[in-house]
């Protein structure tokens, strides 16, 4: 009885092991794609073509770490609701324009 109780746990552990394994793997590939999207990201915050207004304005509304949160990538679509003055809207545009789509 303790013998299969024992390889029951052995074969319960090394499913998980091996579940914990695909996860890693697969979360280090969304990793390297995540490396491309953030450089594009951060290109398009940087771009000189935003106002100097709206680039002051980047200290407190942290445009990078919050498009990143909700996972905003450049292949997207993306429908922005009430833009008011546009400030994500300046930022969306150039980042999206390639490969994305921005409703404004």
Known sequence: MAYR???SFAKTGLTAAAFLAGLVAASSA???ADDDALRQLKA???????SPADKARDKYRHPVET???FG???DMTVV?????????????APYLREHGKLYA
């Open 5 to 7: 109780r024992a390889r």
């Open 30 to 32: 969304v990793w390297a």
């Open 44 to 50: 398009a915050v940087d771009s000189p073509a935003r």
């Open 67 to 69: 498009l990143s949160f």
């Open 72 to 74: 905003i990538r450049p």
């Open 80 to 92: 922005e609701v009430w833009p008011f003055g546009g400030w994500y809207t300046a930022i969306l």
